[in-house]
């Protein structure tokens, strides 16, 4: 997935807290240090810097950290990024004297209108490529029941049919159980043997 990069905006602010961090962080010097604990930085003053160095180190990474969970807590440079993006929108629009737009900031202009302004004619030629799309699935779809439509009648048709022929069938199984066996079987097994005497030997 590619990721859009950062604005000037982004990276000048988080310059800036980065530098301010550092300093915060060892705005407390060494010789404040030694104040605090003189005598143990006059008996140890390598441990003592030592130490001095971690507890700095600390502060520094804990404000650092700090600061980065409050940024994706609060989504925070995707938010000066975006402010940077209608920012440099503006004065562009401005130097090309766009200024009559229904989006256009002006005094009696509500945000949130500006904002609708803005949204709406980004989102235009979505809506149309949405209602071609829509149309399309429409005219598939008038082609799908009409196909559905003629699947069906030749179904009632072929029900139709098959009832047709099972009827018949029925009709003949009827007349044949109502003629005599006994008089048929006698009448097969003559029928049998004067063919069988009708052959040469």
Known sequence: MKTTPDSKRWIHFHSALQLAISRAAHKWTYED????FTLWCKEEPHGAEGIFNTVSRHMEDQIHQSCENLFKEFNVKESVN???TV???ARARKQHEEVDG???WRENLAPRAAVRARTVRVMEPEVEHLRAQLRALEDENTVLYAQCE???QK??????KTAELLDILDDVYAKWSSLPQDEIGVWALESAENVGFAQPP
């Open 155 to 160: 179904q009632r048709a072929a029900d139709a």
């Open 102 to 104: 229904k989006d256009v």
């Open 82 to 84: 975006t402010l940077h």
């Open 87 to 89: 920012v440099s929108g």
């Open 33 to 36: 240090f030694q104040e605090c």
């Open 150 to 152: 003629d699947n069906n």
